[in-house]
T-cell receptor, first 115, second 115 residues
Framework: DAGVIQSPRHEVTEMGQEVTLRCKPI?????LFWYRQTMMRGLELLIY????????DSGMPEDRFSAKMPNASFSTLKIQPSEPRDSAVYFC?????????????FGPGTRLTVL | AQSVTQLDSQVPVFEEAPVELRCNYS??????LFWYVQYPNQGLQLLLK??????LVESINGFEAEFNKSQTSFHLRKPSVHISDTAEYFC?????????????FGRGTQLTVWP
């Protein structure tokens, strides 16, 4: 398996622009997680899905952030409008609940810079 | 819910010295425990995990961790570190039998190995 795939790997945008981050989980995995990592706040869980349904979005910082999972093989995290404080590395991870212990597999991340 | 405390944010050591990265968890139920490693500019990778059985678990690159239920700890150790072990290490916990599918991560410990 190719592992969790994220695109783009790097994104540089200007304040106010819309940003869309993409994730393809490992085939067959039924959980998908979006994390944000910064020096100040460390690794934060933003939202996660089970069988394409959002389970907990309490970590989403504000209404400018939204996430969707239209099918089992694709998810997006959108920021509109973007702000400089959104600059971070965003990770997607997936897991298979059937294994019972929730080991997560992480993608390589998207490094977002908002100017 | 569960929580994880990593007591040291940074651990500097010299090459070939032993190291211990501390992790304590809190949970009202039995747990699964994980250590993840993040090398510079990469995603998190699973280093080792405790699911059941022997309380001492090992990784392929010489790290080991011991589950101590009475002390609610899962410290990571290596008897002799290499410069290539320089990375950030995250401890994580999942409730055994949890239907929620998520891991709870610590803030991470930056291990820096000096020549």
């Amino acid at each position: 398996d190719a592992g969790v795939i994220q695109s783009p790997r790097h994104e540089v945008t200007e304040m106010g622009q819309e940003v869309t981050l993409r994730c393809k989980p490992i085939s067959g995995h039924d959980y998908l997680f979006w994390y944000r990592q910064t020096m100040m706040r460390g690794l934060e869980l933003l939202i996660y899905f089970n069988n394409n349904v959002p389970i907990d979005d309490s970590g989403m910082p504000e209404d400018r952030f939204s996430a969707k999972m239209p099918n089992a093989s694709f998810s997006t995290l959108k920021i509109q409008p973007s702000e400089p404080r959104d600059s971070a590395v965003y990770f997607c991870a997936s897991s298979l609940r059937g294994e019972g212990y929730n080991e997560q597999f992480f993608g390589p991340g998207t490094r977002l810079t908002v100017l | 819910a569960q929580s994880v405390t990593q007591l040291d944010s940074q651990v500097p050591v010299f090459e070939e010295a032993p190291v211990e990265l501390r992790c304590n968890y809190s949970s009202s139920v039995s747990v699964y425990l994980f250590w993840y490693v993040q090398y510079p500019n990469q995603g998190l990778q699973l280093l080792l995990k405790y699911l059941s059985g022997s309380t001492l678990v090992e990784s392929i690159n010489g790290f080991e961790a011991e589950f101590n239920k009475s002390q609610t700890s899962f410290h990571l150790r290596k008897p002799s570190v290499h410069i290539s072990d320089t990375a950030e290490y995250f401890c994580a916990v999942s409730g055994r039998g949890s239907t929620l599918g998520r891991l709870y991560f610590g803030r991470g410990t930056q291990l820096t190995v000096w020549p």
